[in-house]
């Protein structure tokens, strides 16, 4: 006896995601990036991006993009305007950078690598491994007593106001391993290193079409 199924239709190489849906659910970036993860696919961002227009945007970016780089997703996205001053270039190296051809793309580029800025949890501790270019080489050991407030600033992008969790974000953001954007909204800037790329498989950066 056979079976006749209908035959299921390919995954598309790329899956768009608009700031249309950002926007409406912040979460829906996460939880796009997180379904991508291992499936060999590519996100693409069709609107260009400009960083320093609105705190949140710019807060949901950065966690979108470093969740794609935990995820080894590629990310296909262009940068409108060159880094507002108070996102330093090196504070974003890291992450997938823009496909475009201008020099802030270009820089970015030329700095990315992966892995460059992580961090892991241990058994009580949590250890944050920095070697961006253009600043110190960093190896930062948070101990047991702030591991769960570590976990809350890496869940969040808008800390508590006060307490140990601004106390945190307060060194974090002294070594550029945090950012404040506004006085609601800040991000942790290395990502969770909880997984190794595929075997034999290298995750390009997306770059500008010649």
Request: proline share 13%.
């Amino acid at each position: 006896m056979r079976t006749l199924a209908a035959p299921h239709p390919a995954w598309p190489e790329t899956v768009e995601l608009d700031f249309g849906r950002i926007d409406a659910d912040p979460g829906t970036a996460l939880r796009v990036v997180a379904g991508l993860a291992g499936r060999a696919q590519r996100l693409r961002l069709p609107e260009p991006f400009a960083f320093g227009e609105f705190a949140h945007r710019d807060a949901t970016m950065v966690r979108l993009l470093a969740a794609a780089a935990a995820a080894f997703v590629p990310v296909d996205w262009t940068l409108r305007e060159p880094l507002p001053g108070p996102i330093p270039e090196r504070a974003l190296c890291h992450l997938p950078p823009p496909r475009d051809d201008g020099e802030p793309g270009r820089r970015w580029r030329e700095a990315h690598d992966v892995g460059l800025c992580t961090y892991r949890y241990g058994p009580g501790f949590v250890l944050i491994h920095d070697t961006r270019p253009g600043g110190p080489i960093n190896r930062v050991h948070v101990e047991a007593g702030w591991v769960d407030t570590f976990r809350t600033l890496a869940g969040t992008d808008r800390p508590p106001a006060d307490g140990p969790a601004a106390d945190l974000l307060d060194q974090l953001a002294a070594h550029q391993l945090a950012l404040r954007l506004d006085d609601r909204y800040a991000v942790m800037l290395p990502y969770h290193a909880d997984r190794r790329p595929p075997p034999g498989r290298v995750v390009p950066s997306v770059k500008p079409s010649l």
